[in-house]
């Protein structure tokens, strides 16, 4: 997209680093306390370009990136960070091709993102309750041209995903232990689980639940970035940072037998097994 | 990969979290101080699954992930860290369909991941001068299937690049300041530039060369990845963490006219233009 | 200490950054793989100076710091870092003339930080069960000369602390919550409480804790030092750091009375006063 | 400080814990948009309890901390933060009886920590080129009952200080380099350097004019302290922190012969020192 067309979403960068997104469309103009700026000026035009209000400001007009279009999204709660997203990519090793479960779909913003990594050949599977997000989500991908890469269910997971051997879940909920029979269920052998959740707590009760399940290869991570002053002269950090978004949990699914059981904490595995069953394996491996 | 084939790359991980990248062949043994375990256990079937060696130690098979794939890659040389390059495909706005340019290759760390990420429709134009790196490239490239993604340049870049009009520009050298002319004329209008650089001082040289050019939209940051002990009943941070890898510095190409240069400082505005032509322009839109 | 005498500590420091601490005395040699150092080279010489051993090798020559000391410390147990040893003198509000009460003493490195801040009118009761430890803890004070300042008891504290009206009061034990009342017996009124756990786990129950009794102005915080390799035009971060050693926990004893309550959550102060008290209180208020 | 006297500063924090530092006065009233709370309520009366405006609010009234006054100080420029504070304190290895020199005095921030760590018997010398901090700084420093333990300059540095053989020399000044013949010629033999600086060109430009000068054991780090929001069942650090506000560098006086020289880095070393005396003392170790 060097040449917008009407319909494009641009991005207009002030000199002070304020950002606007905006969507093209012949005859509208787009108004600030610094004037304004008619589209048509842009339509058609090169991006990149300075473009003036009538008062002199100076605007920047770009293609918006992925993380403009992520953090810009219009939202019904809070949308998943770039930082965290960019991880959950690479931690649930998607690319083209790729089939993921996703719950709950919030305001699409990562839906967004896993839909941009996994198309065309791939899929997103999102699962969200509650209307208002789900019609807020269904427009955000529509706008973003991303509709045909994600089925989006507004129903309850409570009763299970209608998918089988996705290649990655993603779980975005307040309670995602309660889903985790469901995950492994819906995952293929060795198949990528992800969980977003901000307070410790909770991640305590994730990973008690995981090692309940035929979960393995467990990891616990926070991502931070620290912005800096992009002044060569006088290089420094930010003041002020984004301290926390939340913690990412991920694991992989392994098999229901037996020899699963072998990557639970010892204690657990006793208890899952039986004493029985167990000094009949350790039997049949003496052997 | 449910179920892995001769030839399939595939992880083991043992109990106490150690990683083993293995390619499959059939009659093949992989071996370690705890015993070894036959290639023809894991070709075949399905993968999440925990083999035993003679010894009785289990490790358990698992797809690898990008995050395994560019960790354990042979290398010539420093790789990029998976934190950085999953921020770097967020910032550089790739996804499937982007013509990236990255320079140098090196061990082609960070060329799989932009492969993976823009393919099938996509393509990666990636320079290296060393010829060792260039073949070590190569192949780390064809073992992973993406030669077809990616054009590589066992070449100098000081001439400049091939390509032009390309979505996204990525330097990992040295002295990436030394090649922004080149950067500016490979990329289209409103292109993503990027760079990575792991002292400050280049920070500042390379935060100087982008304001003597029309680049705008300039940041610079880190990434930081904390990684936590996974055990529900004493959740903590690990004790040591990877305290710096790079800083990622990002810029987006502008016009090259008079209108973009308000994004640079005006001292450095001033002297570019020249103040007769200054003088002109404010006239011009004082009118 | 610009010129050491017999019995005095003193550091050698590597050209490659290694540190050594060590004590002098007429006669002794301090050895190493690269060659060796007599003490009388060091006793009343100024410090500051470079010594060479027989092969040439130079150790700098310097007054420990405050930093040096607590690090190398000889130990039963991992003593306090640095870093966070600072931090409790300040939120503690520490300095000459306070009293503070800590539990447990472990291998007295805390102890040490705390005496030489409150000396010589100040005063340190540490309280330690382990006999061994309790043994390492006066051993090591008495070598630094500061058991003038510290009463050392090797006792339990589940029976409580033998002071009163004490300014401060830090636990570092495994169950710091076990002894708030105690704690809170042993404080003055608006008297500082502080404590250091390693997991999230612990956080909880000791804010729990501090939540059911009367503390107000608790907070939870970690301290990070991030180290840069000093090298004018290569500065950057060092590769790796101390990621985490403890969470801070910090919090004011209020008075016991029904005014202090409104500091609890609204929930726990309706319990523990009773609805009665409450409703009364009210109305008085109201009135 | 239990119980307050007329003059005493008394800290009182509301319940959503916002923090008001006042100094007692019979008769005087503390106004807030939430009422008022006359200081007779606080005078002569334990701390630690809880006061009501005449609307109900409730105040928590507190002994002020040393990080509560410091973070509260009147100030005509930016204060050092309570965390770089601590670590300047253990770093410089401060305790009772230490004599100090810093410049510059700013508002006396870091005066009032260092006073307060080396009183009785210790000396702050404090030195300040602008009259109206030099102003606020013997304000503040008389507010806390300190001036006995600071002898306060407004004087310029670049002719050096009045005193020598100081236990340790702390630069906060736009650039420190300039003074380091100054630093050095004030500091006992062993004497501890420490200088703050906001951005990474400053801490280049200090360690190469610190390389150039007897000088040893250069560090340089960045404290960071990451608050928690401090609630048991929802435990996860604040969404923002403080991300930078200076970084720290130390080193050690060393002696100015031929032997300090060592510490230097080779190239410096011999440029400084000339190929002759190298030469001579290369041969002198030899035999």
Redesign the interface.
């Known amino acids: 997209?060097?040449v917008p067309h009407e319909g494009d979403l641009v991005l207009l960068?002030s000199?002070d680093r304020k950002r606007y997104l905006i969507r093209l469309k012949h005859g509208d103009q787009w108004f600030s306390h610094r004037g304004s700026i008619t589209h048509d000026e842009i339509i058609g035009q090169?991006?990149?370009?300075?473009?003036?209000t009538q008062h002199?400001y100076?605007y920047?007009?770009?293609?918006?990136?992925?993380?403009d279009l992520l953090h810009d999204m219009p939202r019904a709660s809070q949308i998943v960070y770039?930082?965290d997203?960019?991880?959950i990519?690479?931690?649930?090793?998607?690319?083209?091709g790729r089939t993921v479960i996703e719950a709950g779909t919030g305001s699409a913003g990562l839906t967004f993102?896993l839909a941009?990594?996994v198309?065309?050949?791939g899929h997103i599977y999102s699962y969200e309750t509650r209307p208002d997000s789900f019609e807020i989500a269904r427009k955000n991908l529509d706008d973003l041209g991303l509709l045909p890469y994600v089925t989006l269910y507004n129903e309850d997971i409570t009763g299970g995903f209608h998918e089988r051997?996705v290649d990655a879940l993603f779980l975005d909920v307040r309670e995602p232990w309660v889903f985790l029979d469901h995950a492994w269920a819906a995952l293929?052998?060795?198949?990528?689980f992800g969980a977003l959740v901000?307070?410790?707590?909770q991640?305590?009760?994730l990973?008690?639940g995981l090692?309940d399940l035929p979960f393995?290869?467990?990891?616990?991570?926070?991502?931070?970035?620290?912005?800096?002053?992009?002044?060569?002269?006088?290089?420094?950090?930010?003041?002020?940072?984004?301290?926390?978004?939340a913690?990412l949990?991920f694991a992989?699914?392994?098999?229901a037998?037996d020899?699963?059981l072998?990557?639970m904490p010892e204690k657990k595995r006793r208890a899952y097994l039986g004493k029985q069953a167990m000094a009949q394996r350790d039997a049949e491996?003496?052997a």
């Open positions: 997209m060097s960068v000199a090169p991006l990149g370009r300075t473009l003036y002199g100076a920047l007009a770009l293609e918006p990136s992925t993380h770039g930082k997203a960019a991880q990519v690479l931690r649930l090793s998607l690319y083209p993102v941009r990594t198309m065309p050949s051997d293929k052998g060795s198949g990528f901000p307070t410790t707590n991640v305590s009760t990973l008690e090692e393995g290869d467990i990891s616990v991570e926070e991502v931070l970035v620290r912005p800096y002053k992009p002044v060569p002269a006088r290089l420094r950090p930010e003041d002020r940072m984004i301290a926390h978004s913690f949990v992989r699914k392994i098999a037998g020899a699963s072998s990557w491996r003496d």
